[in-house]
C-alpha cells in the first residue's frame, strides 16, 4: 500500500520566490498536516485540513497557506520566501480527525533550501 | 517555557546498555502522549504511545507521570538500530485522539555504538 507522497523532494528557492509543496495522504485517510522541521528541531505544526476545510493553524504567518482538494490531496504554499524558511516541509495523514489513534503517518518530506 | 521540553541529548551508549529518555509537557489538560522515532534524514514514525498505566513493547517502557507531567521512555538491551532521534509528543486537545493539537519536543539523540 502506498505511504503519504510527497512533491518535490528537493528543491531550491530564492528569498522573495514562491514555493508549492505537495502531499497525497494514505488512502482512505481523510486529515492532512503540514509540519516545519527546522534541523536540530522538532517538527512544528502549520495547518490541519480536514474534509477540504482548516481545522488547526499553528504560529506562521500569513505567507503560509494550504488547501486540500476532493481527493483529500492537499498543497501548501509560501510566499515571499525568507532564508529562515529552509526546513524539511512534512505532511501527515491520519485516518479521521475525532476518531484517529493519534497515530500520524508521516511522507519523507519536501527538503527547501532557500538562499 | 516551551510546552514539551526534553532531555538535550546525545546520548552515546554501547550495545546492551539500558538507556532512559524523559520529557515534561507544560499543558495539564493534555490528554494523550507518544513517542515517535525519527532515523537521520528520514520521516518520523510513531514509536508507542504512552498510557497512564505505563506500557511496555519489547525493550521499550513507557510511563506517565500526569501529576508531575511528565513522560519517560526505557530502552533496555540498546541495539546498534536503535540510534535514531527520539520525539516527545504531546496531544493538547481535550478531545484526547484528535490529531489536530500535536506538539513535538525537540527530540533526543541516541547513539549507540559497539
Known amino acids: 500500500d502506498a505511504g503519504v507522497t510527497q512533491s518535490p523532494t528537493h528543491l531550491i528557492k530564492t528569498r522573495g520566490q514562491h514555493v508549492t509543496l505537495r502531499c497525497s495522504p494514505i488512502?482512505?485517510?481523510?486529515?492532512v498536516s503540514w509540519y516545519q522541521q527546522v534541523l536540530g528541531q522538532g517538527p512544528q505544526f502549520i495547518f490541519q485540513?480536514?474534509?477540504?476545510?482548516?481545522?488547526g493553524r499553528g504560529n506562521f504567518p500569513d505567507r503560509f497557506s494550504a488547501r486540500q482538494f476532493p481527493n483529500y490531496s492537499s498543497e501548501l504554499n509560501v510566499n515571499a520566501l525568507l532564508l529562515g524558511d529552509s526546513a524539511l516541509y512534512l505532511c501527515?495523514?491520519?485516518?479521521?480527525?475525532?476518531?484517529?489513534?493519534?497515530?500520524?503517518?508521516f511522507g519523507e518530506g519536501s527538503r527547501l533550501t532557500v538562499l | 517555557r516551551k510546552e514539551v521540553e526534553q532531555d538535550p541529548g546525545p546520548f552515546n551508549v554501547p550495545e546492551g546498555a539500558t538507556v532512559a529518555f524523559n520529557c515534561t509537557y507544560s499543558?495539564?489538560?493534555?490528554?494523550?502522549f507518544f513517542w515517535y522515532r525519527q532515523d537521520c534524514r528520514k520521516e518520523p514514525k510513531l514509536l508507542m504511545s504512552?498510557?497512564?498505566s505505563g506500557n511496555e513493547d519489547g525493550r521499550f517502557t513507557a510511563q506517565l507521570n500526569r501529576a508531575s507531567q511528565y513522560i519517560s521512555l526505557l530502552i533496555r538491551d540498546s541495539k546498534l538500530s536503535d540510534s535514531a532521534t527520539y520525539l516527545c509528543?504531546?496531544?493538547?486537545?481535550?478531545?484526547?485522539?484528535?490529531?489536530?493539537?500535536?506538539?513535538f519536543g525537540t527530540g533526543t539523540r541516541l547513539q549507540v555504538f559497539p
Open positions: 501527515a495523514s491520519s485516518y479521521t480527525s475525532g476518531r484517529d489513534t493519534g497515530e500520524l503517518f
Open positions: 488512502s482512505g485517510h481523510k486529515s
Open positions: 504512552v498510557y497512564s
Open positions: 499543558n495539564s489538560a493534555s490528554q494523550s
Open positions: 509528543v504531546v496531544n493538547t486537545d481535550p478531545r484526547s485522539y484528535n490529531t489536530d493539537k500535536l506538539i
Open positions: 485540513y480536514y474534509e477540504k476545510e482548516e481545522r
